[in-house]
Structures are given as C-alpha cells and as structure tokens.
C-alpha cells in the first residue's frame, strides 16, 4: 500500500506565497514522474506540473513563472513553490505520483490540501 499526504495548504492573500509538499510512503520500489493537479469549483481537475525522476519539468501554460515543481527523490516528497498567488488560483491541490510497487507501477493520488487565496 502507497500514501501520498500534502500538506502547506491553507489561506493567503493575493500576491502571497505558498509551499506545497508531498511525502508517499508504503511498499516503494521507486518512483517515477510525480506531479500536482488542482481542483476549483465547478471546474474540472486540471495539471498543474509535473516533475520526472530525473527532473524534468512540465508545466500548465498558464502558471510557468509563477510556480515551481521540485522533487527529492531520497525523501519520495515533491514540492510545489506558488508564487504571486491570486484568486483563480484557489482549488484543491492534489499530489500525483505514479510508483513502481513489487507488482509493477501505479498511479496513486494524495486526498488533496485546500489553498484560499483572498483578494
């Protein structure tokens, strides 16, 4: 069994920053891309970057400038730094990662962390 927890959610002011993490822990045999995804209401979940094993980046048109995706492959935790946060950027945030267990490889998803960002 595989977790993902995030955690650094919460509520900030517009043009503030936040930090998102994400740990998996469980039957790791390693781990592949990770990525993080948002939720807001009424609207679909949608990428919002992704980061490979050997750091690759990819990132929602959108965001590149204002968010970075970081990984530490020895701690199986990826980062999210949100930068110049407004309000559309208020969802749920989810981490995502896709793990390689005894068995062959997964996707598994975090239950997701709230960010609020007021104007």
């Known amino acids: 069994q595989v977790q993902l927890v995030e955690s650094g959610g919460g509520l900030v002011q517009a043009g503030g920053s936040l930090r998102l993490s994400c740990a998996a822990s469980?039957?790791?045999?390693?781990?592949?891309?990770m990525g993080w995804y948002r939720q807001a209401p009424g609207k679909q979940r949608e990428l919002v970057a992704s980061?490979?094993?050997?750091?690759?980046?990819n990132y929602a048109d959108s965001l590149k400038g204002r968010f970075t995706i970081s990984r530490d492959n020895t701690m199986n935790t990826v980062y999210l730094q949100m930068n110049s946060l407004n309000a559309e950027d208020t969802a749920v945030y989810y981490c995502?990662?896709?793990?390689?267990?005894?068995?062959?490889?997964?996707?598994?998803w975090g239950r997701g962390t709230q960010v609020t960002v007021s104007s």
């Open positions: 980061v490979t094993r050997g750091g690759r980046t």
């Open positions: 995502n990662a896709d793990v390689v267990v005894w068995l062959g490889s997964q996707t598994y």
């Open positions: 469980g039957s790791i045999v390693s781990i592949n891309a």
